[in-house]
């Protein structure tokens, strides 16, 4: 009982301090993943695990980290793209696009427990997304 | 005394055999209904969201990239979705066949369901299955956006499907606990 509530404190705490300040879902999704150990498939947070303990925060960020895939996964491509874009312009976002679409690094933003439809469509629909911001950039480009 | 003994013998080995029958009979009864509850449950929750499902066959999404005006494009989008409606449609369709399976091992012998339960679930499967291949055809003429509204209808049926069998295995397992009761140590005596 002390447990789950402190799992709840832990994920408000992640939502609050951490997560809300990261702009856009996909900022979130990739930085949720990447606290992730890929080895082991456990979260670690120093500061959370500092609040709370190792294993509560493990348990907040896998459960964030399942909300936060969802939320993309079920989003319009409209949306997605904007999102994306927004994403990778915050990051360098010519390279980025070429290679988010060579080395498909956002097959390791997915979460361990999503379900294999999920996975596939939300795998599908960045692929897409990407296609498209590249398909505009030749363009811009070509202008 | 060996005129005794022998046929003893020969009965307790009888009884033996029959109490492992039982028990090993009822053991697998039981690891069959909670196979056919796990499958029930996997095709619920991988299989059917509809949030999901419903992205896979949205128009939208192909308005907005016809908009983009370029036709790789679309055909990129038509491709892939595609795949996805595909992959969604096959999994669903060997995950309920799964289920209807272990129905047919298990949860019918262990609950003597009324015919009107039987009929029930028999006309869910075949209509799932009258569904699931006019969507397969339709995807392949049309394409997933022109599809979604039987899509709907086949997410409808898997779910009615869903309802009946959670039902008859409740019906199951529930008769199962209650033979698991009286043969126990716990029996009545009478």
């Avoid at chain 1, 990739?30 to 709370?52: E, M, W």
């Avoid at chain 2, 059917?48 to 005006?69: C, G, M, Q, T």
């Avoid at chain 2, 795949?83 to 091992?105: D, E, F, G, I, N």
């Avoid at chain 2, 003597?112 to 679930?121: D, F, H, K, Y």
Wanted: proline share 3%; with cysteine; hydrophobic share 45%.
């Amino acid at each position: 009982m002390l447990t789950r509530m402190h799992a709840r404190a832990a994920v408000q705490d992640l939502k609050n301090r951490t997560l809300a300040p990261l702009h856009g879902d996909i900022a979130r999704l990739v930085y949720l993943s990447a606290t992730r150990d890929y080895n082991s498939g456990k979260y670690y947070h120093d500061g959370l695990a500092l609040r709370f303990t190792e294993e509560i925060a493990n348990q907040a960020l896998a459960q964030c980290h399942a909300e936060s895939f969802q939320k993309v996964a079920e989003i319009p491509l409209r949306e997605l793209v904007g999102q994306l874009q927004e994403y990778l312009e915050s990051v360098c976002a010519d390279e980025a696009i070429q290679t988010w679409l060579d080395l498909e690094p956002y097959r390791m933003l997915m979460p361990l427990t999503c379900d294999p439809l999920s996975a596939k469509l939300f795998c599908s629909n960045v692929m897409i997304a990407l296609t498209i911001l590249e398909s505009r950039a030749k363009k811009q480009r070509k202008n | 005394m060996t005129q005794i003994i022998f046929p003893l013998a020969i009965g307790l080995l009888l009884l033996g055999v029959m109490l492992y029958w039982l028990l090993h009979g009822d053991t697998s009864r039981n690891f069959e209904l909670s196979n056919a509850r796990d499958a029930l449950a996997h095709l619920r929750s991988d299989f059917l969201p509809s949030n999901i499902v419903d992205r896979i066959f949205d128009h939208d999404d192909f308005a907005f990239v016809l908009d983009e005006k370029e036709a790789g494009l679309l055909r990129l989008l038509q491709a892939e979705r595609k795949t996805v409606a595909t992959y969604w449609l096959r999994h669903t369709r060997r995950q309920t066949t799964l289920v209807m399976s272990l129905y047919l091992k298990s949860a019918r012998q262990s609950a003597r369901l009324s015919v009107a339960l039987e009929l029930q679930i028999a006309l869910n499967y075949l209509l799932f299955l009258t569904a699931c291949n006019s969507l397969q055809s339709l995807i392949w003429l049309r394409g997933p956006a022109r599809a979604r509204k039987i899509a709907q209808q086949t997410m409808a049926a898997a779910t009615r499907f869903c309802t009946v069998s959670e039902k008859m295995l409740t019906l199951a397992e529930a008769r199962y606990a209650g033979l698991a009761k009286m043969s126990g140590p716990e029996r009545p005596v009478t």
